[in-house]
């Protein structure tokens, strides 16, 4: 009950903030475990996405330094968040995120490791790939767009993308990585032409 209302609190909150327009909602599967993978481009991205998936079953990978601080570790926590450490090669957050997927949840992984400068990604990351083939599930990419830097009022258009199912990844972690990453620029590139 408290998380339900703290995300109603976020969702009126943001809805203020920020002009959100989302497109392709017909691409979230329904039930099962899956990954969401949107590009990074602020640190508000999960909130954007995560709203509209099911609380109770979406969990996010996110850098371990931000469940170290006292202040939101505990909030983070709450909401479905577990740390990864970056660039150390960490199983134990890799086998949560297997066991996470595995058990019917939602993960989101955002590929690049780390927010972008601007609006070109940086190259992804396997991470994302290897849950996937690990588990058997799909992937939905999302590209996150919005022109210059993030700032309250600013337009914010969320664009998920058609489901990329287990089999489509192939057996190659980079192959996969590079269809997940052609998926969302293709979203941003085809936003500059409409």
Known sequence: ??????????????????????????NLPEGGGYL???NHRSYFDPLFIGDLLPLERTKFMVKAELLRGPLFSGFLKKLGC??????KGDLAA??????????GNILMIFPEGTRGQGPEMKPFKTGAAFVAKHTGAGIVPVAIDFKGKLRI????????????????LG???????????ERVDAMLEA????
């Open 1 to 26: 009950m408290k998380l339900t209302f703290l995300k109603k609190v976020v969702w009126v909150l943001f809805r203020f903030l920020f002009w959100i327009e989302y497109e392709g909602l017909e």
């Open 153 to 168: 009022f600013k337009k914010v258009t969320v664009r998920f993308g058609t489901f990329i199912s287990n089999g489509e």
């Open 82 to 87: 577990f740390g990864v450490d970056r660039g």
């Open 94 to 103: 890799v086998e949560t995120a297997v066991t996470l997927v595995r058990e």
């Open 36 to 38: 969401v993978c949107p």
């Open 171 to 181: 057996n190659s972690l980079h192959k996969a990585s590079n269809l997940i990453r």
């Open 191 to 194: 936003a500059k032409w409409s």
